[in-house]
């Protein structure tokens, strides 16, 4: 028996607009909300919405035996929020229609896990009132950009409320173990740590993108029979699949949703094939050794390393340059500061600076609208400076206000 | 008597990427004071907004050349004309090398291209056609020298030394080169000897010829074996500070600003700049630098100063526009031209003007016309450290230097160069005319 996760991830980014060295100090609004907007509104109409109805199609149909998870971040539920707000009430009949589940994340898909606990801490709490607000769930299994896993991180999550992660397939992580059993975390058992089969998902997502014939509608089949072939003894196939990819998914062509009424279809009448919950395999399923990760690692680029996120130089110096302003940040209350602060944390900015070929243009969320890694970093770097100037201001006002209250009272 | 002069540049304001369009606008600007002076100036495209109410401008683009093509078949020197193959870039508009580098560019031998009228399509650019364009240009050049009526040709860099040795050829009026930059400026060192070539060839051919700077002369004299008596240094001047202008961005942050402007290729110094703003920053946190300008070495040194962890204090612009210049000088606190080898350098002549002291490199022309600035060897990356860091620590000093700076500047237009052509003009006629008597 196999038992199939299914896990559909959705992140959005906020991009930034061609931010300049004069609008420093000048001008602080650094989005491109047009590029946000036209992007969100089309992929919510060819893709979330017409992809949602498919979905819940199936929960009914297969009621209790079919199940999916979500993990969407928190600045892609604040774009639905802001652009299509009706994509949240469509994720919001897919959680009341029961066997749902929604993961936890950080909240701006970033890399805060490798700079700060108590900033991560943070993160992984906001996206998580979020998700209670919207779905009423308190999301339990973790999962980090990249699948950035290190046995603190996992051991880390646990204050958080969660009690599984999600780690990578791959050597730095397994070593010589069985991909499709459940493990649990180095330092702390109670955490469990899932493993992703990448493989099976990204036949899936190849399948998605083919273009089919009439005599031949869709690898439904051909699926199922790969996952039946796996090993005996690899028991759990969990599939981290990204959402984007069934863009276009009512068109004829690719008839991505025959696909999957075929699959589900072919899979639970197979009997050999189940399907199941991240945190029910958790709950249910022995978790048999622990993973020894000492230093984090991804699972994004071919080399398996933070490559994608932290490789180069300039990405070294953004992501010291941003996280060095933490003590500050954390003095701070204001609002939209604080938004700002989020949004800068975004995964996708680093993701943008990657001179590495191999990996970075080929994340399958990177809508980067720069021409080159080097522009992406000075219009990083330029908001960068014009919030850290915002931010002192902020704080010597507090101070003064302070000062100030203070003389009063004496 | 009225000496009328057939002068051929490369480029005229606004279409201009550095110091050449600039100089050839100040000098017809400053020529056409004078009575006995007219000038026809000769661009490979006229845009038909350039500011020509004092000079007469022609483009080569719009001269047909029908007639000239049977001429060029029959003599077997010329033929190479149309075989130039040209896969170099010697002298790169910074915004025009990036486009083009971006594109694969076929080895295919270029021929001459007219339209229905028999005109040569110009661009007027530094892009991958550039000898190709340089060639073509001297055709059109001995077209207009047969058809018109003047005294002497006047050629700015080597972009119009072949157009100028053609004029002369057809005409046999005295030819005088302005060298505003040699390849040697140009290249770091890594000269093209095609470029080369073309350059010394003109120099051998003129009657007369201008150095914009006594260190210019001295690499005319060292590198191209041309005797010191031939060449008259003429300092380039600036035009008086527009106030009208600019003034429409404000410097957002309180830290001092720092600035290099210019193309950012190995010429200009770019990574020296870099590196001494990381050993000012590391002393320092009263500073931001920004680098503005684009060009081939920039990827480079953005990863440079990530590299170094400074990239929070050094920031770039990218290409800037005429306006965005004027607000850049107003915003920077200190100028740096740490050019590895600068025959002149007007920019800095406007950042004086503009009350912004001044550190440039000793390697470059302008150091031998301004006292009132710091000057400092290209490669000594601590003296640059140590001026950047003096200038923005110390106001007294900038504040001394940038009043007396300015004053000196005062008397730098362009009607004290624009004077000193006009004696050499008249000198190189009398000197010819009593030749061939």
Redesign the interface.
């Given at each position: 028996m196999k038992t199939i996760s299914l896990i559909f991830a959705i992140h959005l980014p906020f991009r930034y607009r061609k931010y300049r060295f004069f609008d420093i100090g000048n001008n602080s609004h650094y989005y491109d909300d047009n590029a946000d907007k036209t992007i969100v509104t089309n992929m919510a109409e060819n893709c979330y919405l017409p992809f949602n109805n498919i979905l819940l199609k199936l929960l009914k149909k297969y009621k209790g035996r079919f199940k999916v998870a979500f993990s969407i971040s928190g600045t892609a539920l604040e774009m639905f929020n802001l652009y299509a707000p009706d994509v949240i009430d469509s994720f919001k009949k897919l959680s009341s229609a029961g066997s749902v589940e929604f993961l936890a994340e950080t909240y701006s898909h970033s890399l805060v896990s490798l700079a700060d606990s108590l900033l991560f801490e943070k993160q992984v709490k906001l996206h998580g009132g979020l998700i209670e607000k919207y779905f009423n769930q308190k999301p339990k299994v973790f999962r980090n950009p990249g699948l950035i896993y290190s046995d603190d991180i996992g051991n880390h999550i646990y204050d958080m409320g969660c009690n599984a992660i999600f780690a990578e397939s791959t050597k730095q992580v397994l070593g010589l173990k069985n991909p499709g059993l459940l493990y649990y975390n180095d330092i702390n058992p109670k955490v469990k740590v899932l493993i992703h089969n990448r493989i099976i998902s990204k036949y899936i997502e190849t399948c998605c993108s083919k273009k089919l014939t009439p005599e031949h509608p869709n690898d439904a089949e051909q699926l199922v029979k790969q996952i039946k072939a796996l090993p005996e003894n690899e028991k759990l196939v969990n599939l981290i699949l990204n959402y984007g990819t069934f863009d276009k998914c009512i068109h004829p062509e690719k008839a991505i949703s025959g696909l999957w009424e075929d699959f589900i279809h072919l899979a639970l009448k197979s009997e050999t094939i189940q399907f199941s919950t991240p945190s029910e395999i958790t709950e249910n399923v022995k978790a048999v050794s622990s993973v020894h990760v000492a230093k984090a690692v991804s699972g994004e680029s071919t080399e398996h390393d933070l490559a994608p996120f932290l490789g180069n130089e300039m990405q070294q110096e953004a992501f010291t340059k941003l996280y060095d302003l933490k003590y500050k940040v954390l003095l701070c209350t204001e609002v939209e500061l604080l938004k700002d602060w989020n949004y800068l944390q975004i995964s996708d900015h680093y993701n943008s600076m990657s001179t590495d070929n191999t990996s970075g243009s080929k994340l399958p969320h990177n809508f980067s609208t720069y021409d080159s890694p080097y522009e992406a970093f000075i219009v990083y770097m330029n908001v960068l400076s014009d919030f850290s100037l915002r931010l002192d201001n902020i704080l010597t006002q507090t101070i003064k206000k302070q000062t100030n209250l203070t003389k009063k009272r004496c | 008597m009225q000496l009328k002069v057939l002068m051929f540049g490369w480029e005229f304001p606004p279409h201009i990427s550095g110091g050449l369009g600039t100089a050839c606008q100040g000098l017809t600007k400053g020529l056409s004071v004078f009575n006995d002076i007219e000038v026809t100036f000769v661009v490979p495209k006229a845009h038909g907004d350039e500011n020509s109410d004092l000079v007469k401008l022609i483009g080569a683009a719009d001269i047909p050349l029908s007639n000239k093509k049977m001429k060029f078949k029959n003599s077997q020197n010329e033929i190479k004309y149309f075989k130039i193959k040209s896969h170099i870039v010697p002298y790169t508009n910074p915004d025009e090398f990036w486009k083009l580098t971006s594109l694969k560019h076929s080895g295919k031998t270029q021929f001459l291209q007219t339209d229905e009228y028999g005109r040569v399509p110009f661009t007027g650019k530094y892009g991958m056609n550039l000898i190709d364009e340089v060639f073509s240009y001297a055709m059109v050049a001995g077209k207009i020298a047969g058809e018109k009526q003047f005294d002497l040709i006047h050629a700015h860099d080597w972009m119009t030394f072949q157009a100028g040795i053609e004029a002369k050829r057809i005409s046999g009026k005295p030819l005088i080169v302005h060298i505003h930059s040699t390849d040697f400026d140009r290249s770091g060192g890594n000269v093209n000897p095609q470029i080369y070539a073309i350059e010394r060839e003109g120099m051998e051919y003129a009657d007369k010829i201008v150095a914009v700077s006594e260190y210019t002369k001295l690499i005319l004299v060292e590198k191209y074996g041309i005797s010191a008596k031939k060449i008259q240094t003429i300092y380039n001047g600036v035009e008086p500070f527009d106030l009208r202008t600019g003034n429409e961005?404000?410097?957002?942050?309180k830290e001092k600003l720092v600035t290099f402007l210019g193309r950012v290729t190995s010429q200009k110094g770019p990574g020296y700049f870099v590196e001494a703003a990381s050993e000012v920053l590391r002393r320092n946190n009263n500073v931001?630098f920004?680098m503005?300008g684009s060009g081939d070495m920039?990827?480079e040194m953005?990863?440079r100063?990530?590299?170094l962890?400074i990239?929070?204090?050094f920031?770039?612009?990218?290409f800037l526009e005429n306006h965005?210049v004027q607000?850049l000088y107003q915003m920077s606190d200190v100028y740096v031209l740490p050019s590895v080898s600068e025959p002149f350098g007007i920019s800095v002549l406007e950042a004086a003007q503009g009350n912004v002291p001044v550190v440039v490199s000793k390697q470059s022309g302008v150091s031998e016309v301004l006292n009132n600035v710091l000057k400092v060897d290209y490669w000594d990356v601590h003296a640059l450290a140590d001026a950047i860091h003096a200038l923005v620590e110390y106001p007294a000093l900038g504040i001394c230097m940038k009043k007396r700076a300015h004053a000196e500047v005062l008397n730098m237009n362009w009607d004290v160069p624009a004077g000193q052509l006009r004696q050499l003009y008249i000198q190189t006629c009398k000197t010819k005319h009593s030749r061939n008597k």
């Open positions: - | 961005i404000k410097k957002g942050f931001r920004v503005a920039l990827n953005v990863r100063a990530a590299q962890k990239a929070d204090r920031h770039f612009t990218g965005e607000s």
